[in-house]
């Protein structure tokens, strides 16, 4: 049997794990839907599928449904959305991970407050999307040098900033002192969480110990992707696969100590194969 190290960060991260598996505890209801893809894992989306849970994209794909359960994903939604939902009389299920609620919370209170809400993450991406939608006044987006250089607001105004989850946290760092040295009075809350840095950190220590490494995870994975590069960088006999079927046995033949990680959308059946079948 070969020594394989499983890194304990692989695959999902505590909110998305959460969001799969409250998924799975309604799938046998009536009727059940979630708001956007609940993961971006097509086997996971398509075995839902199987058990009767379908996904809805948009508020018009909702006035078409009559009753029934929607489950809000991770990423979570704008008020607006959240509202339009209640208001639609589904159940709800809240699925939105306790760390983007807490930047519901700041972004809502604090905008009450009056203060302008800039969020440091990428407008187009649904959690921030989300995020927006819970400040009362318009919340601007900030993610590149050039956008936090061309920010002008009143002398005098108060800002409150927050950051996308999974923003990087030396681009948040120079974006908010860019924004600090304009004078505004201030407040910030890194908001961003360390699921990913952590998971990244775990790869590049085990990819440091091993004879090879073998990372899982969708090809379109913008984050396994990385896993791949910051290991590759450690252990030259790094392989990416999507599953099992992808890895030649054979070429870990030589190695006396296997190193295993994988992306945050990575189900843990996958993992765990390819771990069994490593060892044998
Ligand atoms: Fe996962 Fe962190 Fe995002 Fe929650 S905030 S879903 S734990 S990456």
């Not at 304990?8 to 009727?31: I, P």
Request: charged share 25%.
């Amino acid at each position: 049997m070969k020594n394989v190290v499983l890194a304990k960060s692989a695959g999902f991260c505590f909110g998305v794990k959460r969001a799969v598996d409250t998924v799975y505890e309604n799938a046998s209801k009536e009727n059940v839907y979630t708001f956007g893809p609940i993961i971006h894992n097509e086997e996971v989306v398509k075995d839902l599928e199987k058990k009767g849970v379908k996904v809805i994209n948009s508020l018009e794909e909702l006035d078409r449904i009559k009753t029934g359960t929607i489950i809000i994903r991770s990423h979570g939604v704008s008020k607006n959305v959240y509202d339009a939902i209640k208001r639609h009389g589904m159940e709800i299920v809240d699925a939105t991970c306790p760390f983007v609620l807490k930047i519901h919370k700041i972004v809502r209170e604090e905008s009450e407050k009056g203060k302008q809400i800039i969020i440091i993450g990428n407008e187009n991406h649904p959690e921030v999307k989300g995020i927006m939608g819970w400040s009362v006044t318009p919340a601007i987006v900030i993610d590149t040098v050039k956008k936090a250089q061309d920010l002008e607001l009143e002398q005098e105004s108060q800002v409150c900033i927050v950051s996308q989850t999974t923003f990087n946290y030396k681009k948040f760092q120079e974006l908010v002192e860019i924004i600090s040295k304009k004078g505004y009075n201030t407040n910030i809350s890194n908001t961003i969480c360390n699921a990913t840095e952590e998971r990244q950190t775990e790869a590049r220590d085990i990819a440091k110990q091993v004879d090879a490494m073998v990372v899982v995870g969708g090809s379109s994975s913008s984050n396994t992707r990385k896993l791949y590069e910051i290991c590759k960088n450690e252990c030259d006999n790094t392989f990416y696969i999507q599953t099992l079927s992808d890895l030649d046995l054979s070429k870990l033949g030589m190695a006396d100590c296997i190193g295993i990680t994988a992306g945050a959308s990575t189900p843990n059946n996958i993992i765990e194969e390819v771990y069994t079948n490593v060892r044998a």
